[in-house]
Each structure stands twice: as C-alpha cells, then as structure tokens.
C-alpha cells in the first residue's frame, strides 16, 4: 500500500461513541452579525490570519471553528478566567455583540487541512490510537468521546481539533497538564477539568503523538 493510501485510512473518519453529554449553560449572545464579524476580524488578522487561518504556528487558526467557542473563550480572556497577555488586551474592549458576531464570522470560514510528512506517518498513527482508543493503563478517555471521529468538535465547549496548528495543539495540551497542578495559574481553565485531567496523564511524547494526529485529521 502507498504511503498515501496509508495516510487516507489513517485520516478516514469512523464513527466509534457516542459524545460526551454537553452539561454547561451557553452563552446569552445576541443575534450575530456575520458581515460586522468580518469587519471587526481586521484586528486579529495579524495573528490569526485574514481568514481566520493562521500562518503562525503558535497561534490558532479560528476558521472552522464551533459556533459559540469562540465568543466562549473571548468572554474568559475578559474576565480573566482565561489569562494571556496578549489577548487580554485584545477583548478588553469588545462587548458582548462584539464576541457574538466574531464567533459567527470565523465559524463560518473554511479552516485549510493540515499534513503530515511521510517520515511522520508513525507517529500520526500512535497518535491515532490515542484519540480513538484513549490510554488504557491511566484510564484516559479517547479523545473522540468529546471532539467527535472527525474532530469537528461539539459545540460550544468541545472545540474543533481536526486541522488545527501542531504547535498549538501540543502547546494547549502542556498548558492544561500544568493547570491540573496549579489551577490558580489561569492559563487553561477546563469545564468539569475534562482536559485538565486527561492532560495531566499524558506523557509529552503522547502530546506529540496526538497533536501530529488531529493536525492532520480531515
């Protein structure tokens, strides 16, 4: 089999569980504005990309995105449930309308696939595993329970991962390890300390592993 037969099965997604119960209240946002979202999107191009694919692999591509993440975690930038420097000054002075139509602008944007080289397929494929199949030995949940066989996310607190910057997977996922030990910390908070705990049981070479695999997830 070539390599990119490989890759298509490794990346085909099959439908396994059953997603986990979504149990927090939703924002109370007002009706959105796409065409304002794409207006007010022109302060966070320079990170995030015009689009909302970022070119930076540090930052988030938005594009794609499950409707009501977005205004989610811009609502605890602002209130500092979530803390970043860099975004805390950027939601100071959005309004609640502001986050609304953001959210809808990205969330209709088409995020660009990832790929992942040939000579990385493995750990792709242990990556795979992992978000399929979870970690037997720590009792990690698969990662599908929550972010579904494709990625795609559950709205509005289980996140699109398929497509996703690498870095910034592995760097989230490191984030919400260190914050099961100091949740004070702020970086990443986690509703019912889903991701914290399961964070906290992954190794960095899982981090890897698994941010290889949703990076190049279709």
């Known amino acids: 089999m070539s390599n990119w037969a490989t890759l298509f099965l ?3 997604p099959v439908p396994l569980v059953t997603f986990a119960a979504h149990t927090e209240p939703n924002l109370d946002l007002p009706p959105a504005d796409v065409e304002a979202g794409k207006q007010k999107s022109t302060a966070c191009a320079a990170c995030h990309g015009v689009d909302g694919n970022s070119a930076n692999p540090k930052y988030p591509s938005l594009a794609g995105q499950v409707p009501g993440y977005i205004a989610d975690q811009l609502d605890l930038f602002k209130s500092g449930g979530r803390k ?3 975004m805390a000054g950027m939601v100071a002075g959005l309004s609640m309308q502001d986050m609304a139509d ?5 969330s209709q944007q088409k995020m660009q696939p990832g790929a992942i080289a040939e000579d990385e397929l493995d750990l792709a494929r242990r990556g795979e595993r992992l978000y399929r199949g979870g970690y037997a030995p720590l009792n990690v949940a698969a990662c599908i329970s929550c972010h579904g066989p494709d990625g795609r996310g559950v709205p509005i607190h289980f996140p699109r991962v398929a497509g996703q910057k690498r870095a910034y997977l592995e760097d989230q996922l ?3 390890k260190a914050s099961y030990q100091h949740p004070e910390s702020g970086v990443r908070i986690s509703y019912g300390d889903i991701m914290t705990s399961i964070a906290f049981l992954l190794s960095d070479e899982q981090i890897k592993e698994v941010s290889a695999y949703m990076h190049a997830l279709q």
């Open 10 to 12: 490794l990346l085909m």
């Open 84 to 86: 970043n420097d860099i």
């Open 102 to 106: 953001l959210d809808a602008y990205y």
């Open 174 to 176: 490191r984030a919400f």
